[in-house]
């Protein structure tokens, strides 16, 4: 029999079976041994339940990994989709760019969603879409609410595991609850989480939403840092500035006060969006202040 492990618990995994919609705890013992592999929330594996209690088995192989994240700890993702409302409260752009950046040195796509998209002015929601899209990516604006873009955000999460992430208050717990009502998702549970601060330990899970679609709940944006990121380097995360920089006057040109900067110059002409642009300079700044050890 085949499964996903969802979740890993004091060396327990509960490995779920998607042909039957059922959960197994199982036992990964000699995987260690025969494989030399410690076994990862998001692995496909092989387990067998004969002669086990019901509802108990062992892992017996680990499939070999497309890929394996480290943050969040998860193998075999195949895309992340972040949440941010619109409006109410107003989107944290930094933030937004800081979990692009993250999921991007890791090789993983990401799809942005606005939320609210009933509150919020047209023309922001313009503004918005068309900043991120320039950016390289997938951008939905939908209403869990008013279940406006559900129906596609679903379609996109089809037969694939997602990284599913978001502050809290943008409507993260009930667009999951939407997506798969068995899931049933305390709504505000990642902020109470939060609350109880960062002596909580979570385990990563993953949920089944269906047509053998995953998706990986991550807490808050706690472990969003980027701190280990070389300020040089960090020009490569923004993808609109792709197109310009082999124009600008100086080879290594890193956008900021140099002269005849092809970026800066379609900044001026709002070819490259502001939003963006100051979201650059400012990490930029803040990673060339860090002590790096
Ligand atoms: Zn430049």
Redesign the pocket.
């Known amino acids: 029999m085949k499964g996903k492990i969802i979740k890993g618990i004091a060396g327990f995994y509960y490995v779920h079976v998607p042909e039957i919609n059922e959960v197994f705890e199982c036992k990964a013992k000699g995987i260690f041994r025969l494989q030399n592999v410690k076994p990862l929330v998001g692995d496909d594996t092989e387990l067998d339940i004969s002669g086990q209690p019901k509802g108990k088995g062992v892992i017996t192989r680990i499939l070999p990994r497309k890929n394996e994240l480290i943050r969040p700890a998860v193998a075999n993702v195949d895309q992340a989709m972040v949440i941010f409302a619109a409006a109410e409260p107003a989107p944290n752009l930094n933030l937004l760019d800081r979990f692009l950046i993250t999921m991007g040195r890791q090789n993983i796509h990401t799809i942005i969603c606005f939320n609210k998209k009933d509150i919020v002015d047209r023309k922001d929601m313009e503004m918005l879409t068309e900043t991120y899209i320039r950016s390289g990516h997938k951008v939905l604006g939908i209403s869990v609410l008013k279940q406006d873009g559900t129906a596609a955000v679903k379609e996109l999460l089809k037969g694939r595991t997602t990284v599913l992430a978001g502050p809290s208050g943008v409507g993260k717990s009930s667009l999951i609850n939407t997506l798969n009502p068995d899931a049933r998702m305390e709504v505000g549970t990642v902020s109470e989480k939060i609350k109880r601060g960062r002596h909580t330990t979570r385990h990563s899970e993953l949920i089944y939403v269906d047509d053998n679609s995953y998706v990986m709940d991550t807490p808050g944006f706690s472990s969003l840092y980027i701190d280990d990121i070389e300020e040089e380097g960090l020009k490569n995360y923004y993808n609109e500035f792709n197109e310009f920089?082999d124009k600008?006057r100086f080879i290594g040109?890193m956008?900021l006060n140099?002269p005849g900067?092809?970026?800066?110059e379609a900044l001026s002409e709002g070819k490259i969006s502001s939003i963006r642009y100051d979201n650059y300079r400012a990490l930029y700044e803040e990673l060339k202040d860090i002590k790096k050890y």
């Open positions: 920089k600008c040109c956008h140099e900067c092809a970026v800066k």
